[in-house]
């Protein structure tokens, strides 16, 4: 039944049960659905109250095929609202089959190795007699290896086992029945196709091929394979079409093969050394990959736009022998030629200048000329050796100090000589005290009758010098055992 009102509430009654109360602020409609599953006789009464005298409303009251009633009462003032009530025999005769739902009948698909259980769909269907209410569903065919199951009361479509496309399973079509609880009950049936497509990864008519991106005897998913260069294989693994190309995807050059097209082409491998001095004469070995691919090939070295003449190691067959030219300190790039100069390899390697030593050379006593610096032996330094480094000697200092329990210290050293940097540090002594640069520092000194011993050791990279300390920490208080004459007492005694 339906209510149309304006500002009031609508009740439902059935056999003087209240089943439904609906309130409403302003004009609404309210709609509602009785089910009646027996075929006894039943009072319904339909109720509207408003808040007001004035009333507009509209009782229309509709049980299709059986019984139709429509109540109207404009504006009618009555008391304090407006009470219309109507009742009826109801024909109990099941007149209509159930209708499914348009859309639970439509065609879909299903991955073979689809997971399961799984709610697929949910069936649904309409009782003209009764609404959706008290319709019950059931798989009367199709259901190959009963894959298929439905809850007879949702509808609910769910697969319970494995998907096979194996004989005549490529498709299934369920014929499905939805029966209402008339007396007698009538059953509809509808007829739902459901088509198995292949497992995730294959592709064809018997799905004996690998879906495009799969590939191997699993068509497992493939890594990216570099267009041109390899095919997705076993265990989707990228394999690459020739032994020019290497890496999982193909996008390296395989052993032997260098440059953007991967060919066999000259390439850098190693310099040796890698570094000389700015004034060349350095000689430097190159080893080159794939030397001797071309007949009468000239080599030559270039140190960064400096060519020179190279020739092959008469040892090693694929190292060039070339000497390096003077050049600024600094990292250069290194190439070779094995076409008199008309293509360089592009391997990018380098080579390193470093700074000559210093005019005169290192003092052969105090050191060594080593990449361009003096490496100097201790106790020299400087450019060229020249310097002595000084052990530190400390100036004469206090060695013994008195004070009292709670008092500070502060002693200052000065150096005699040495060279910076020097470190002081207090190898021994009290735990609280501590050096501020050249100072030794003690806030608040603690008695004891012993004198404390403080060690400090002044050092640089050449040697160190100890400076020792003794600091008497007399007790703020004197304490004294005097004997008294008294005699000894079996118990305690009070004087």
């Known amino acids: 039944f339906r209510v149309f009102a304006e500002r009031g509430y609508s009740r439902l009654w059935v056999d003087n049960h209240l089943l439904i109360t609906y309130i409403s602020s302003a004009f609404s409609n309210f709609h509602a659905w009785v089910y009646l599953s027996d075929t006894s006789s039943h009072s319904i009464r339909v109720e ?42 109801v024909d109990q005769s099941n007149t209509f089959s159930p209708l499914f739902n348009g859309g639970s009948l439509t065609k879909f698909s299903l991955r073979e190795d ?15 007699d009764a ?58 049936n509808g007829s739902l196709t459901i088509t198995v497509t292949c497992a995730l990864g ?52 395989g052993t032997g093969y260098y440059g953007n097209n991967c060919e066999r082409i000259p390439y850098v491998l190693d310099v ?22 071309e007949d009468n090939e000239v080599y030559k070295c270039r140190f960064d736009s400096e060519i020179v003449s190279a020739t092959l190691d008469i040892i090693r067959n694929q ?83 008195t004070i009292f329990e709670g008092d500070n210290i502060t002693s200052p050293f000065s150096l005699q000589q040495g060279t910076e940097p020097v470190s002081w540090t207090i190898e021994e002594g009290p735990s609280d005290c501590y050096m501020n640069g050249t100072t030794f520092i003690w806030d608040a000194a603690t008695a004891q009758k012993p004198p404390h011993v403080v060690q400090i050791r002044v050092s640089n990279e050449v040697g160190s010098a100890v400076i020792l300390l003794f600091i008497h920490v007399k007790f703020s208080y004197d304490a004294f055992l005097n004997e008294l004459e008294y005699p000894i007492y079996p118990t305690p005694a009070f004087f």
């Open 131 to 188: 609404g959706p209410f008290g319709i019950m569903y059931r798989i009367v065919d199709g259901n190959v290896g009963n894959v298929f199951e439905i809850n007879n009361v949702t509808g609910d479509l769910t697969l319970v086992r494995p998907l096979s496309r194996e004989g005549l399973t490529k498709e299934y079509t369920l014929t499905l029945s939805a029966t209402d609880a008339g007396d007698p009950p009538l059953q509809t």
């Open 319 to 401: 190292t060039l022998v070339c000497i390096s030219p003077r050049h600024e300190v600094g990292e250069v790039s290194l190439e070779v030629s094995v076409n008199d100069g008309s293509t360089w390899t592009s391997s990018g390697r380098s080579y390193t200048y470093t700074p000559t030593c210093p005019v005169g050379g290192c003092n052969a006593s105090k050191g060594y000329c080593s990449l361009g610096t003096c490496v100097c032996f201790l106790p020299w330094s400087g450019p060229r050796c020249e310097t002595e480094i000084l052990i530190p000697i400390v100036n004469e200092y206090t060695t013994n100090y």
């Open 272 to 293: 040796r050394p890698a570094l000389g001095l700015d004034e060349g004469g350095t000689l430097v070995r190159v080893d080159v990959d794939n030397l001797g691919l």
């Open 202 to 253: 294959f592709d064809g008519e018997d799905c004996d091929t690998c879906a495009n991106g799969y590939g191997g005897s699993t068509c497992a998913r493939c890594v990216y394979c570099r267009s041109g260069r390899g095919t997705c294989g076993e265990g989707g693994l990228c394999y690459c079409n020739s032994e020019r190309y290497s890496g999982p995807d193909c996008n390296s050059c």
């Open 48 to 89: 509207f109250k408003g808040d007001r005298y004035d009333k507009t409303f509209q009782v229309f009251w509709t049980i299709p095929g059986s019984f139709e009633m429509t109540l109207g009462a404009p504006y009618i003032y009555h008391g304090e609202g407006l009470c219309a009530c109507s009742s009826c025999v």
């Open 114 to 128: 689809h997971r399961y259980p799984y709610r697929v769909r949910r069936i649904t269907a309409w009782d003209p």
